[in-house]
């Protein structure tokens, strides 16, 4: 009987793959819950003890105990101090003790003046609560050199078998923290891989929100982690990133996004080996999810290229993170100490003829010629928006010798960004490459110009395509 136990408990760790430790605790809190049902009252504090080596399909390897934390010694109400008083000499051994101190609640039946489980003092004094305290003075006669916070543990017998009813409490017992442990380990599993790129399975949809098949647990993709123009049906694998992970009632709730700047980083860094080993840096990410992203990268390397390994050879590198965002548009921009500088290489793939910038205020002031005033705006203003957030200034667009035509943080307002929307498949037919935004480095490293404009290879996605969409 031992060994098939103990077989059986196995089993159950390998199926949920939980621990040895946390089934046996189970088991224990299920053999607790049936003694209380059967045998116990509501003043005990019971707990058990299971070893499954001993048990003989009775009750053999079966210990129960009634706990109790010493306190200091108090006075009760008088009524109730009077028939929770008990000579406690009269006892001959640990057990008659136990069952003499029946204001502790090992007796069955209620004493008299006692209604309630805690005995209330006033306000300004400590409360006792018989079911997990003993006094101080109670507890030395079960144990003479008790001390306070002490724990005293005096052992029940088990006078019969447990009924039907004990067995169905210990079996929901069992059931409901099982779940709990599988809840548990599950949350510890995940909640140490936030950040992580998945490889993960839809599931089904449930209203507005995904549901992300992970193997032993079930991720959520809410309305604002999703990529709007994505039809998320059962069966699609994807990567997703790993966002969040929080316990709650009903178990860890794992949410993942298709749509934050990190999945992007997390896929350069899947895809570009010196991204993952630190050579080459991504600086900063602005992103409108299924539409268009900006990355800005730098490397301490003169030797490298921090662009051109983005890119890879014939675009295969990029290519690999834009099929991964379903044709999202990856601008790659490189990063400059100089604020004017990296905010002409942000606007990229228009071409900026100055930029004037005011600490004070955080802002640049472009000024672009006039055939690349719409292309420097964007269509709807995405282009400058994006701009400004990878930067982190405010960006205003003017044509050379012209008034201010678009201002980053209202670009929706504005006028030209709308008439720039229109003219986007003729301005952008001959627009540059977004590698084109450094002229210094494509000159000594042209080789990478080259890949970067052949048409599986820009970094923008083929710019008439958007329009045609």
Not at 171 to 178: A, G, N
Request: charged letters at 30%; hydrophobic letters at 40%.
């Amino acid at each position: 009987m031992a060994s098939q136990i103990s077989q059986a408990i196995k089993q159950i760790c390998d199926e949920k793959n939980i621990s040895y430790e946390s089934v046996i605790e189970t088991i224990e809190a299920a053999l607790a819950a049936a003694y209380r049902k059967d045998f116990g009252n509501k003043n005990q504090n019971i707990q058990a003890q299971f070893d499954p080596e001993k048990y003989d399909g009775a009750m053999e390897g079966i210990r129960v105990f009634d706990v109790k934390t010493v306190v200091e010694d108090m006075e009760l109400p008088t009524e109730t101090a009077e028939e929770t008083t008990r000579p406690m000499d009269e006892a001959e051994s640990v057990r008659a003790i136990a069952n003499e101190y029946r204001w502790r609640g090992v007796k069955r039946e209620p004493i008299p003046g006692m209604a309630s489980v805690s005995v209330e003092a006033e306000d300004d004094e400590p409360k006792f609560n018989p079911k997990t305290m003993i006094m101080l003075r109670d507890a030395r006669d079960i144990k003479p050199d008790a001390r306070l916070e002490e724990e005293i543990r005096v052992e029940l017998s088990i006078p019969a078998a447990f009924g039907r009813m004990a067995a169905q409490t210990a079996k929901q017992v069992i059931m409901q923290k099982l779940r709990e442990a599988e809840r548990s380990v599950i949350f510890e599993d995940f909640k140490g891989r936030e950040g992580e790129l998945m490889n993960v399975t839809v599931q089904r949809r449930e209203g507005r929100m995904v549901l992300i098949d992970l193997g032993r647990a079930t991720g959520i993709l809410l309305p604002e982690d999703q990529i709007a123009e994505e039809r998320y049906y059962p069966g699609t694998r994807l990567k997703a990133l790993l966002r969040e992970v929080t316990m709650t009632p009903k178990g860890p709730e794992i949410r993942l996004s298709r749509s934050s700047p990190e999945l992007v980083q997390a896929l350069f860094a899947q895809e570009i080996p010196e991204i993952a080993n630190g050579i080459v840096m991504i600086k900063s990410i602005a992103r409108e999810p299924g539409s268009r992203t900006k990355v800005s990268v730098m490397t301490n390397d003169d030797a490298i290229d921090p662009i051109g390994s983005c890119i890879g050879q014939r675009g295969t590198r990029i290519q690999s993170v834009i099929r991964e965002l379903g044709g999202e548009k990856v601008d790659v921009i490189l990063w400059s100490e100089s604020i004017e500088e990296y905010v002409a290489a942000s606007l990229s793939p228009a071409k900026v003829l100055h930029v004037e910038i005011d600490q004070d205020q955080h802002l640049a002031s472009v000024a672009v010629a006039g055939d690349q005033l719409s292309l420097a705006i964007g269509k709807g203003g995405q282009n400058v928006r994006l701009a400004a957030k990878l930067v982190g200034w405010k960006i205003t667009i003017r044509e050379e010798g012209g008034t201010v035509m678009a201002v980053s943080e209202d670009i929706a307002e504005t006028p030209e960004a709308v008439e720039s929307e229109s003219q986007a498949e003729v301005s952008k037919t001959d627009a540059p490459a977004a590698v084109e935004a450094d002229p210094s480095v494509l000159d000594e490293h042209g080789e990478h110009a080259e890949r970067a404009n052949e048409a599986d290879a820009q970094p923008v996605a083929e710019e008439k395509d958007e329009t045609r969409a």
